[in-house]
């Protein structure tokens, strides 16, 4: 047995070959599960003593075809200003959704009759007259008695603390108010259908009758659906590469929640162990060599964010007080735990790793990519900017949301501040939900700025939606799921909800020729149960 | 292949001698074999001590596959589910459109750490296992499968020197050949952490002779290492070794103060002592020295040898009344050593002086630790170097643990996490090598004091 293994010798074909000649006892079950992932699946055991084994060599893992896009990048330095009014961001996606919501109004409702009268366009909201049908463009906004507002917050200046962060704004008495505003002013929105189903910030068109007491009695809604969606590969414009037809998968995993203590490791270890193919037995390691990217979506670590939550905030003010910035308070050793986490999976498969809400980035969306300095040992798997503007293999930290392609598809992803904010507006949806209504709204983060830190864009808002993504995923929910959406042309979009790896164990595989989504679970058994 | 004969000898002696966990990973790397080879390992180790002695050697598995039903996999995700059901609707029943239940079920693979006595259990719950292999072997049950990480934590330092991008052909890790690594970066990060722990050795000697009358520690210190030729080895480790250790056991009591004041200066005294401060730079060349009386000492004649010899005799007995008399709080043990150090080889003093001193070294390491804390980066490699030079003094290999602690000190580079274990071997191994130092360090405290 011992002298029958040659290394490398041969190609992984005859290396089998030469297994079975001179090891008959071995049932093999030789697979070839496609033309790349070449490799000799045995049920050998590994729970078996001497005469070991001649290990297998497994073919080397596929390239990434990755191309990530900037979308989200903000200007550098003192380019970057927060000096701009957030009120032309509305106008912003007000003046570019107009068009493509007005269009589908037209489609919907240019015939639409009711009591014989015909429905026509109001350009503006103000021009809206009393008992006309008709329809108008416009933003809503919705007046919340437990949406946070920042004139309380000032008002209330002498407040012990800021209140508890709010599971929803939803008002259970149901005296939330929604509006539909543009440019020339608001029009109050009344009409069952529609109230609990819309946000701040999202662009819909409106059509109704304007009450007596001047509120909008609203018949139908509609909005700007999904944008034109590319091809696969078609992204890869400079070079298109061909469709190869090799099986390769991407692993999304988010909420890793490293605190930098010992509780939670032993899953990492798994999951490095498990990337890596060193974990499980033959056959296994060769589904995990079909996996060519880990995406990281958010919260690697869990109390990193510049901005402390209540609890931390709390439990740091009954401490000493302290002027400026206390070094010793500051510990390294969760940002050094997610190094050595990623620095040992970084060898064998490339890694996109977005911020999240409790990373430290900066809080407002976009945030932009985790700093190299967190990264000792990964970043040496970073392509220097002099050479090239993208690692492509490698250590790819980026923005959240982030939007690429990868295996020729468009991928759109976030670590979830945008899906939980935009829940707090709604009852009874679900996050998959949530997001395919961004998507449908064209916008993938509404309800910014209104409740959620944003940075103040001027000329164009890049999280308005341009081009229909293949796959969006947004991490950290509290559930794994997923959900095929289909737009009016046929459009068809991928949903996941990831989950948080810390509570769960789960990864998410997506398979990248069919679009498939699998589970990995990994867990420990406590002892004793 | 050597390995398979070496595994065995690995095995036995930190499963049984050391009673520390060993993992699949880690066994792989001590032994530089495939891991799917490193798990059979284990399986056959955990075979035959289990036969020679039932349930000495306790294992746990790592099962892959299938759950049985869906619903369990969903199990764990429900409650979550439901959970967050419950906190986003204030009502649930009035959900209008019933969630689609999923087209199909999702392929779940789970992967299970399980010891075992829950092994058959947690099978049960499969319907259909794709793999199954030990994960790790321990010396008793545990439990508290978190100890595994420490384990898992010494892989990475177990294959440090390798190029991570080749650790796939030794080990069986997936090969990614488009994965780019810069080579410069690192080494100038490993450089960077090398020359700080060679740095603090210095400052470590600095420290006594700064606030010490160097005059009088530096005759003392190098004239030994002159006068006996023969001793010219035992002396490097000596003088290295009690300047690493000075601090240790005597610091405990009388240098508490100088330690806690001094971790933010020596950083910048470190670099430039060898120039600006004369004192400072006799007593780092006590290091040297050690080297340059190797080549002096042969050409010195007995004669003067022996001259010199009586004279430090006599300088040390009129130190060590003086310290009997100053330092009440030193016990016998310690003040009667100090001639003995010089004269006697160290081996014969490593026992007796052991058991006194481990009393003050037990509470030594933590002040130690909280400068590591505090002191930032640097302070924090010093520990490191520290408890690795005591881990491998484990096998009573005193001589031998010096050049490992000057190795790993040059290759140390990220903080090991604590290990209560070798920490507890830190105060005994300590005691030891305090007890080869002593009669230095207590003539240097002796000047400290005054």
Known sequence: MRASFEPRLAKHTLVTFSFIVRNPQYIIVSQFLSLSSRMALTDISLLKGEPFDAPTNTSPRNASAYKPLHTFELPKGTEKQYSQQYADMYFVRLAQLKNAVKQKAAEAWDDFELGGEKAKYVERVLDVRQGELCWVVGTVYMEMSLKPNVLDDISKEHWIAAPPPRETYVNPSGQDDMMLEDESGRLRITGETVSSHYVTGCILAALGTEQADGSFQVVATTYADLPKQPERWDGENPNPKKPKSKASKMAIVSGLGITGTEDDDLTLDLLVEYLTGEALGPQDQAEALQLNRLVIAGNSLSHSSPILSREDFAAKKSQKKNYGYDASSYNASPAEKLDAFLSQILPTIPITILPGNTDPANVALPQQPLHPALFPQSRAYVIPPSQSKDTLEGFDAVTNPWDGYIEGWRILGASGQTVEDLLRYVDDVDPLEAMEMMLRWRCIAPTAPDTLSCYPFQEDDPLLLKVCPHVYFAGNMNKFDRKVVEGPAGEKVLLISVPKFKETGQVVLVDMESLEVELVEIGVVAPGS | ?450
């Open chain 2, 1 to 450: 292949m050597s390995s398979e004969v070496d595994y065995k000898e690995y095995l036995a002696a930190r499963l049984l001698a050391e009673n520390h966990p060993v993992t699949y990973r880690l066994l792989s790397r001590a032994v530089k074999t495939h891991v799917n080879k490193a798990k059979q390992m284990l399986y056959e180790f955990h075979k035959i001590q289990n036969a020679k002695k039932p349930q000495s050697i306790h294992a746990t598995y790592l099962v892959t596959g299938r759950k049985r039903t869906l619903k369990h996999t969903n199990g764990l995700n429900g409650k979550d589910g439901e959970d967050a059901v419950m906190q986003d609707s204030p009502f649930p029943s009035s959900v209008p459109e019933p969630q689609e239940p999923p087209e199909e079920p999702i392929p779940t693979t789970s992967i299970v750490l399980v010891r075992e006595e829950e092994l058959e259990k947690t099978k049960a719950e499969f319907s259909d296992i794709t793999s199954i292999h030990i994960y790790s072997l321990e010396s008793g049950a545990i439990e508290d499968l978190g100890i595994l990480t420490l384990c898992n934590a010494e892989v990475p330092a177990q294959s440090k020197n390798d190029d991570p991008l080749e650790l796939w052909q030794l080990y069986g890790c997936i090969h990614n050949p488009y994965i780019k690594r810069r080579t410069p970066k690192s080494s100038i990060t490993a450089s960077k952490s090398s020359s700080k722990p060679t740095a603090q050795p210095a400052a470590k000697s600095q420290q006594p002779s700064a606030s010490a009358a160097p005059a009088a520690s530096k005759p003392s210190n190098t004239k030994p290492s002159a006068t006996a030729p023969a001793k010219a080895t035992l002396k490097r480790s000596d003088s290295s070794k009690s300047n690493a250790s000075k601090k240790g056991p005597h610091a405990g009591d009388i240098f508490k103060s100088f330690a806690k004041a001094k971790p933010p200066k020596p950083k910048e005294t470190a670099t430039p002592s060898a120039t600006d401060d004369s004192p400072m730079a006799g007593m780092s060349e006590d290091e040297g020295s050690d080297s340059e009386p190797d080549r002096s000492t042969t050409q010195v004649d007995e004669a003067k040898a022996a001259a010199a010899r009586e004279e430090k005799e006599a300088r040390q007995e009129e130190l060590r009344k003086m310290m009997e008399e100053d330092l009440v709080m030193e016990d016998a043990a310690a003040s009667t050593s100090p001639q003995d150090t010089a004269d006697m080889d160290e081996a014969s003093q490593d026992t007796p002086a052991a058991t006194p001193l481990d009393t003050q070294k037990k509470d030594e390491p933590k002040p130690v630790e909280t400068v590591v804390t505090e002191g930032g980066r640097r302070r924090g490699k010093r520990r490191v170097t520290k408890r690795k030079k005591v881990k491998d003094a484990d096998g009573y290999l005193v001589t031998k643990e010096e050049s490992v602690w000057e190795s790993f000190s040059e290759d140390e580079k990220p903080p090991e996490p604590k290990k209560p274990k070798p920490a507890a071997f830190s105060t005994a191994k300590g005691g030891k090598k305090g007890g080869v130092a002593k009669g230095q360090g207590s003539i240097a405290s002796f000047f400290k004091k005054a």
